[in-house]
């Protein structure tokens, strides 16, 4: 190559450095892989709970001229497995403890007797619905449901022979509708209206045989407590 060419050829390579050089960097951020978010609630999550209730019983006559009225309160807890935060189901127990006094009633009216007259009422409830979520993380859920119970029913009093207290027992349905409010990652609160309908286990003495109310259930106001996911 002759002096000239060679130096033709250097220009040459040096503008074609000069201009890959002056090209602006690239300002844009690198790309990264999209990140794929999950719930973290368990798939099946078990969650203990307390309740208090008050129920309006369906035998109000019979529990308003025993107790001086006819919605009396429950006390209890129990255990609820949710599965995919969607479905439930629940086993729960409460009792009913309170002390009044003998009655009968005549023309239309009820009358006190004075003496002593304690009733006890256990209800075992086993019950499971859906949970309707509505947004991804929902602070509000709304739920309905379904079950069965059995309740046991005792009845004493000191002024009364034995064989004149009563303790039976009998199965039951109930239907329930409320709503679950998250007070934080772990606790709940919920509530809800239940109607429990448990026929045949009343309306054998006493008040309730006289004006035929037979039905031990009512509709209650539910309030829970739970802890977990």
């Known amino acids: 190559m002759t002096r000239p060419r060679f130096v033709a050829a250097c220009v040459v390579a040096l ?52 107790f001086g009225g006819s919605r009396q309160p429950f006390f209890g807890g129990g255990l609820q497995v949710v599965i995919a935060n969607q479905f439930y189901a629940e086993v729960g127990a409460s009792r009913f403890k309170r002390t009044g006094e003998r009655a009968f009633y ?9 003496l002593p007259l304690t009733a006890r009422i256990t209800p075992l409830e086993i019950a499971g619905g859906y949970r309707f979520r509505f947004g991804p993380d929902p602070v509000v859920l709304p739920y309905a449901g379904a079950g069965l119970g059995w309740y046991s029913y005792d009845e004493t009093s000191p002024s009364s022979d034995p064989d004149e207290d009563l303790s039976t027992r009998h199965r039951g349905y109930l239907l329930t509708a409320g709503a679950e409010f998250r007070l934080h990652r772990w606790f709940h609160l919920a509530g809800d209206l239940q109607y429990t309908r448990v026929p045949g286990i009343l309306g054998v003495a006493g008040v309730s045989k006289v004006i035929g109310e037979d039905d031990l259930g009512g509709l209650a106001a539910q309030l829970k407590f739970i802890v977990g996911r």
């Open 106 to 114: 005549s023309n239309g009216q009820a009358y006190r007797l004075g």
């Open 15 to 66: 503008g074609c450095c000069t201009t890959a050089g002056a090209q602006p960097p690239d300002d844009r951020p690198p790309m990264r892989p999209a990140v794929i978010t999950k719930d973290e609630r368990p798939t099946v999550s078990l969650r203990p709970f307390v309740m208090g209730s008050e129920q309006a019983f369906a035998a109000a006559t019979t529990f308003d001229a025993i």
